[in-house]
């Protein structure tokens, strides 16, 4: 007599094998294994995929919200002294003829130079960037009151320093810190610096450790005066509606642009460092699934064992009529039980350390004595996560596909053994 496919016999079988007795406790440890060793090769995997993907949303979120999407530079001509020159000089109506590009949000003339600022015997290098006050209002990790000091309403009173070069400086809101130019008056007995003094009137922090140790902002007529640049601008800074689509912009923006122009796109600067990203993802996926792979692969182990111990119940069952099928669906439940149990406390396990990431990495952090993180090498200033439904399905699949996969090899086994022969000796 046929029975439907997991019937309630089989099930309630599977569940009085997963409650092993004391005195057949390996089966039971066996069990116990399996199910911590995919709980934590889940929770790995789900750990792991949350903080690359964190890291790379909080590194492409400092890059769109500090930098320019489109960079529109001038390809050098040579001037009457025989110099080259890429200064634009028609800026404005350049600037106008950009913004007019569909999908342009916004256009900012720039002037960009590199000089070293003073405060008392301290000293630093930065960029400086010339920029009109309301386009400086508009950068969002710049403009950040949440995360900077001072009044940025002010800024055409003087100067704004990233936190690492005032840091550097020991210099705060209201300071006076000069900025030296080796590019300055050329006199008989050489070039003499140009030294100019300017009040800090903000101190921003742009949640970059490159850009908050070398960024200082200063008001673009000022930046002209100071660098000799009346009149002209170094490069537009571009920003665009979609930064992820920038690369559809790219031309429109240099068709508009004329002749001399070149565009320089956030991806064009940090591509190599994204890709890199990727292909560490990647990596690290296929890395995490030999992780449960071989977790998975102590459900082999406890299931071999387990059938090894019921062998002379195998076969009783089969002698009172319990079909192959029926004796493979009861082992079939045994090892996909521990795998399922396993996957959805490894997802447990994972989605508290991402939505906890902060606290976690506080503890370690304080264990380690403040230097778990270093962000001048890792660029940014905490450890982030970000939890994604993709991510989650991809890792809850993973394990349930091979947990039932390799299940399925002891249970066929269990299912083709010969009845008589395992009662022969009882």
């Given amino acids: 007599m046929s029975t439907a496919p997991f019937a309630p016999f089989e099930w309630m079988i599977a569940w009085r094998y997963l409650r092993a007795r004391r005195a057949e406790g390996g089966v039971s440890v066996m069990t116990w294994i399996s199910l911590i060793g995919i709980t934590l090769a889940v929770f790995a995997l789900i750990a792991t995929l949350s903080v690359r993907s964190g890291f790379r949303a909080e590194f492409v979120d400092t890059i769109l919200g500090a930098n320019a999407h489109v960079t529109v530079y001038q390809l050098g001509e040579v001037n009457a002294a025989g110099r080259i020159d890429r200064s634009i000089a028609d800026y404005e109506a350049l600037a106008q003829t950009v913004a007019a590009v569909p999908g342009v949000t916004r256009v900012a003339p720039l002037i960009r130079q590199q000089v070293m600022a003073n405060h008392r015997q301290s000293n630093a290098g930065v960029e400086v960037f010339g920029i009109a006050p309301k386009d400086l209002k508009t950068i969002p990790r710049i403009a950040d009151q949440t995360r900077a000091q001072g009044d940025i309403s002010r800024f055409e009173e003087g100067i704004a320093l990233g936190i690492g070069v005032a840091n550097t400086l020991g210099v705060g809101v209201g300071d006076r810190v000069k900025l030296i130019s080796p590019n300055g008056v050329k006199t008989a007995f050489g070039t003499s610096p140009r030294v100019n003094a300017y009040e800090v009137v903000y101190i921003f922090s742009a949640g970059r450790y490159d850009i908050d140790r070398t960024r200082a902002y200063l008001p673009i007529a000022d930046a002209q005066i100071f660098f000799n640049r009346e009149g002209v601008a170094d490069e537009l800074e571009v920003m665009v509606e979609d930064p992820e689509a920038v690369d559809t912009y790219a031309l429109p923006i240099l068709a508009a642009t004329g002749p001399r122009a070149q565009v320089w796109t956030w991806r064009d600067a940090s591509g190599a460092f994204l890709n890199a990203l990727d292909i560490e993802d990647r990596v690290m996926f296929v890395i995490l699934s030999v992780l449960v792979l071989i977790a998975a692969m ?23 009529g319990l079909t192959e099928g029926s004796v493979l669906r009861v082992f079939f439940i045994c090892g996909a039980f521990t795998g399922i149990i396993g996957t959805a406390l490894g997802v447990i396990l994972g989605c508290l350390f991402a939505l906890y990431v902060d606290q976690i990495f506080g503890f370690v952090n304080y264990l380690s004595g403040g230097t778990a993180w270093d962000a001048s090498i890792r660029g940014i200033y905490f450890l982030p996560a970000k939890l994604q439904l993709a991510d989650v399905l991809s890792a809850v699949a993973l394990s349930l596909g091979l947990s039932f996969v390799v299940t399925i090899f002891p249970a066929r086994r269990a299912a083709r053994m010969n009845p008589v022969e395992a009662l022969r000796y009882e």
């Fill in 298 to 320: 102590n459900i082999v182990s406890g299931l071999i064992m387990l059938v090894k111990n019921k062998g002379r119940d195998i076969g009783i069952l089969r002698t009172m």
